[in-house]
């Protein structure tokens, strides 16, 4: 049975705070993680910073890849 979780559900699953998150790639500010988690804005990451949210999330690539909704296009 798959189970697609969401990137909120992820970081509570892994016991990080957004603010956690956002310090680990080298964010500012948790309000980008905040924008991500609400579906305001859509990760634009580096390669080493995705690496580095998976290793922190303890999760596939796969998994935080599916964690954000696809949207559809015309």
Known sequence: ML???NLM???RRA???QQELA???GLR??????????GKRIPR???EQT???CQVLNCSLEE???AFPRKLTA
């Open 45 to 47: 990451l580096t390669p």
């Open 51 to 53: 690496y580095v949210i």
């Open 23 to 25: 310090a680990a790639i």
């Open 9 to 11: 559900e992820l970081r």
């Open 3 to 5: 189970v697609v979780l």
């Open 29 to 38: 500010s948790d309000q980008t993680v905040s924008d991500w988690e609400s």
């Open 15 to 17: 016991r990080i705070t």
């Open 64 to 66: 935080f890849k599916n």
